[in-house]
């Protein structure tokens, strides 16, 4: 259990960083945005009032804060925290001036838009609150989305050791290795005796050695005398 609330610092270092920017411009717009005339009424800088204390400031530093915790969080459960916290107070940014009539009777909360033109009315409306609230909401909800997800049911595939040969086993060069040829085995319910029949041996062929011839002794053919004398 312990393993699988831990991650890396890096799952939401970027989110929490986008976080904290976007929580310090929701929170100091309204007291510096009056220098280059992008404000709310009052549109005087640095004016403090309770509406910008619930509209603005808290919820800008909320979602500092969120950021902060994504950006140095090492645990799961920290990090989870911090992606809701900055997800509700970006909710608040946008709904808070809609639903500030619920409680100041019946009159909103924030003032009005100070631009002289239509176009800069609704960028201010925009980048004070609606705009602002929704783009907070979707980075927290992608680092929410990021760190929750847990893998601690896919298991870790360790790496397999190479066999090693021993130097003894090793195959000298040059000799052919032989081929293991797979044997199809058939397997019967009765064993039958292994019946061995034992093949000739080859001879080699005898060398042939020249046959001694003795000479044959010729001897004298006795001839019988058949002359005879005539008186």
């Known amino acids: 259990m312990a393993g699988t609330l831990q991650m890396r610092r890096s799952r939401g270092a970027f989110s929490g960083f986008l976080l904290m920017l976007l929580g310090l411009w929701g929170a100091l ?48 459960h920290v990090a989870l925290f911090g992606a809701i916290l900055a997800a509700a107070a970006g909710a608040w940014f946008t709904l808070g001036t809609v639903l500030s009539p619920l409680w100041n009777h019946h009159v909103a909360l924030g003032g009005s838009p100070a631009g002289a033109t239509v176009y800069m009315r609704i960028m201010e409306q ?30 870790t595939v360790e790496p397999v050791p190479e066999a090693t040969v021993p130097a003894e086993a090793t195959v000298p060069a040059g000799t052919a290795t032989a081929e293991t040829v797979p044997v199809e085995t058939v397997t019967s319910k009765e064993t039958l005796p292994i019946r061995t029949r034992l093949l000739p041996r080859k001879v080699p062929a005898a060398q042939t050695e020249p ?17 005879q004398t005539v008186g």
């Open 29 to 76: 717009i309204p007291l510096i945005g009056p220098y280059f005339h992008y404000a709310y009424t009052p549109d005087t800088a640095w004016t403090y009032n309770t509406a910008r204390l619930w509209l603005e400031i808290l919820p800008g530093a909320a979602v500092f804060l969120g950021g902060f915790l994504l950006l140095i969080a090492t645990g799961r």
């Open 126 to 155: 925009l980048g004070f609150y609606t705009a602002l609230g929704v783009v907070i909401v979707f980075v927290a909800g992608a680092a929410l989305g990021r760190v929750s997800s847990v893998t601690s049911g896919i298991r």
């Open 211 to 227: 046959a001694q011839t003795e000479p044959a002794q010729t001897e004298p053919a006795q001839t019988e005398d058949t002359t």
